[in-house]
């Protein structure tokens, strides 16, 4: 790249950094002493900001780098992320949001513990919290790292390694200053521009091809060397039954995953009741739906105009797809337009991945302070402030997820977001639907429904190609595999349930049916709702 491009993004990077720097700065003025305000903002946001705030969650560096990449390099097959990331939408809105904003207070613990014994169940959902925060997290950390190493023109591992401290750094000092209320005014930032961008290369992809979509496809198919194999499945999950049972595996974590998502989970309580949770997710879903429409113009624009060999050779996992057509739409390396586009891009794919882990390392330092610290702690002892807690939660956790992200440095963000969802819908979606929906629901059944998903799925990932056996892998150079597919959903999904119900059928301890009634009155009508 040249120092024009260098010059510009860095320019546009530090531009935003300060935006955001200022907001958390002015809100960090502002009383940030209780859990309310720090967790949920002091639940002031309307619908509509919390929204576009819900949408500049969930629209990562998974969405805007991987999956175009994905799509660039396999086509059809690629399409799967797409789909099953908007399709799970539908659960959360169906099943979830108005019921958990009515039940909980701050975190997933809150709605289980509703009805349960507390102590057991906070550490087990608290531990599954943050176990997928920081796979989540991770995905973000390669993002960041292959956008600023295309950005400098250096693919050594010193210049991702600095660039994954750098990020880290940033999200805990916007969580740690500022928390819910600057972490949703900067996603509110994010989501607009993320969403104008998008737009903007989707208008000039179709403008190229004069609004002709057939004509996109079938320039993508022939560049890509496949030909028709290209538009249609089988390209990445059709070399046999293993291939096809991961497609499926994936399908199921996507669709289930976002539902058991902790950051996700916290935005309906920044709202003040539940019709206002049930009208952000409607907000969101329309946004969200339009920006994964657009990914797909976007990925197989890749593939047209820049070239599968041209993606792969940059990034070998695709994630640098998008900044390469915007280069190539603005007009090629050596222009003027092609280096304000890229560099804009690159830009606010560096915004979005500052966002979301900003979100997400809230989400997980509540868990680690509101449940972990609150169940752990010694009775004995005069108890720290949970905000102060959780101030000194995300340092940790920003570390483990800056160690982990040089690792898994050559994986796909958004096969990496794929291991994540996998694991949310395993440990933490079957304890939430058992618990609202359930009324012979019991502790040992949750503690179960948790731990039955959760340690399967963590096992089975560490024993894949995703860790070793493959040159991939986390560890390329070693070979332990023996699970054969790439994610574990269509195995530890079924084993979270199946958990769950065994718990509840052998405990000893009846279920607490007048609690469980007074949690379903609640959930259903909001009477009592914080």
Not at 396 to 409: C, E, K, P, Q, S
Not at 419 to 448: D, I, K, M, Q
Request: aromatic share 10%; proline share 3%.
């Amino acid at each position: 790249m040249t120092g024009h491009h260098q010059t510009l993004a860095l320019v546009l990077f530090s531009a935003f950094i300060a935006v955001t720097l200022a907001i958390t700065t002015w809100v960090s003025r502002r009383r940030q002493g209780s859990p309310e305000e720090f967790y949920a903002g002091g639940r002031l946001f309307s619908p509509l900001e919390n929204g576009f705030a819900i949408a500049g969650d969930y629209m990562s560096a998974a969405s805007f780098l991987g999956i175009s990449g994905l799509i660039a390099l396999f086509g059809y097959d690629g399409l799967l992320y797409s789909v099953g990331f908007l399709v799970a939408w539908l659960v959360v809105l169906f099943l979830v949001a108005e019921l958990v904003r009515n039940c909980g207070r701050f975190t997933l613990a809150d709605v289980v513990a509703a009805r349960m014994r507390e102590r057991p169940v906070r550490i087990a959902a608290g531990t599954s919290s943050v176990v997928v925060s920081v796979l989540y997290l991770v995905a973000q950390m390669v993002g960041a790292g292959s956008l600023v190493a295309l950005l400098l023109g250096r693919s050594g591992a010193a210049a991702q390694c600095w660039t994954v401290v750098g990020v880290g750094a940033l999200m805990v000092v916007y969580v740690s200053l500022g928390g819910m209320r600057a972490t949703t005014w900067i996603q509110i930032v994010k989501a607009v521009l993320l969403l104008a961008g998008t737009v903007a290369l989707t208008v000039l992809v179709l403008a190229r091809f004069h609004g002709d979509f057939d004509r996109l496809l079938l320039t993508a198919a022939e560049r890509s060397g496949h030909g028709d194999a290209f538009l249609a499945p089988g390209l990445k999950y059709g070399g046999g039954w293993t291939a096809r049972l991961d497609f499926i595996s994936l399908g199921l974590a996507l669709v289930l995953g976002t539902a058991g998502l902790p950051h996700i989970l916290s935005r309906f309580y920044t709202v003040p009741t539940a019709r206002a949770a049930r009208r952000s997710v409607v907000w969101s879903i329309g946004l969200i739906g339009g920006f994964y429409l657009m990914t797909i113009v976007l990925g197989f624009g890749a593939a047209a105009l820049v070239g599968p060999d041209a993606v792969r050779a940059s990034n070998a996992a695709g994630n640098t797809a998008v900044p390469l057509l915007a280069l190539d739409l603005g007009g090629g390396a050596d222009s003027t337009g092609g280096t304000v586009l890229f560099a804009i891009v690159a830009a606010v794919a560096f915004a979005t991945i500052l966002a979301v882990v900003a979100g997400i390392t809230l989400a997980s330092s509540a868990s680690v302070a509101h449940d972990l610290y609150a169940s752990l702690r010694r009775r004995d002892r005069a108890p720290r402030s949970e905000v102060a807690v959780a101030r000194v939660a995300a340092v940790g956790i920003g570390a483990v997820a800056i160690a982990l992200g040089l690792l898994a440095r050559d994986l796909n963000v958004a096969f990496l977001v794929g291991l994540a969802f996998a694991v949310a819908a395993s440990a933490n979606l079957p304890v939430l639907l058992y618990s609202l929906f359930w009324r012979g629901f019991t502790t040992r059944g949750a503690v179960w429904a948790v731990y039955g998903g959760l340690v399967p799925a963590v096992v089975l990932v560490a024993l894949s190609p995703v860790v070793s056996g493959s040159p991939e892998s986390f560890l390329p150079h070693l070979d332990f595999q023996v699970f054969p597919l790439r994610n574990p959903g269509l195995v530890s999904v079924p084993l979270g349930f199946l958990a769950g119900w065994l718990g509840t059928v052998t405990s000893a301890e009846p279920a607490d049916e007048a609690r469980h009634a007074e949690t379903e009155v609640r959930s259903l009508t909001g009477a009592g709702a914080v």
